[in-house]
């Protein structure tokens, strides 16, 4: 549930794990079923990065596959983006999914499997 009490107008769901290579790959695929809201997929390169890099998409209310290739994950630090290079895609140590629409509100967003190809 997002609450705006607080000041709060976001609710993100995130995983850190030891660093993944993946720079023989060049996209994420997503496997998910989300409740028509919008989402943020979120990654890092590197855990202790102040900034993520950002994919907005929509859900259907389905089970679908979303794919998002590594260079349209552009750089964001607190809603603004940022003047440098979009995600390249050579190492992995954080991911995470955020729901920001600033109102009060309940969301679903189920995951089957998320992979690199």
Same mark, same amino acid.
């Given at each position: 549930?997002?609450?705006?009490? &607080?000041?709060?107008? =976001?609710?993100?769901?995130? &995983?850190?794990?030891?660093?993944?290579?993946?720079?023989?790959? %060049?996209?994420?695929? !997503?496997? +998910? %079923?989300?409740?028509?809201?919008?989402?943020?997929? #979120?990654?890092?390169?590197? #855990?202790? $990065? $102040?900034?993520?890099?950002?994919?907005?998409?929509?859900?259907? /209310?389905?089970?679908?596959?979303?794919?998002?290739?590594?260079?349209? @994950?552009?750089?964001? =630090?607190?809603?603004?983006? +940022?003047?440098?290079? &979009?995600? %390249? /895609?050579? $190492? @992995?140590?954080?991911?995470?999914?955020? !729901? /920001?629409? %600033?109102?009060?509100?309940?969301?679903? @967003? $189920? !995951? /089957?499997?998320?992979?690199?190809?």
């Amino acid at each position: 549930k997002v609450s705006t009490d &607080n000041n709060g107008v =976001f609710t993100m769901m995130q &995983n850190r794990f030891e660093t993944i290579q993946i720079e023989k790959f %060049k996209k994420f695929v !997503i496997k +998910l %079923k989300g409740d028509k809201k919008n989402y943020q997929f #979120r990654v890092k390169s590197d #855990r202790y $990065q $102040q900034y993520a890099f950002v994919y907005q998409f929509s859900t259907s /209310g389905e089970w679908e596959e979303i794919s998002i290739p590594f260079s349209s @994950l552009v750089p964001r =630090f607190r809603g603004r983006s +940022l003047d440098m290079e &979009n995600f %390249k /895609g050579t $190492q @992995l140590e954080e991911i995470a999914f955020l !729901i /920001g629409n %600033k109102k009060d509100e309940s969301f679903e @967003l $189920q !995951i /089957g499997e998320i992979r690199v190809e």
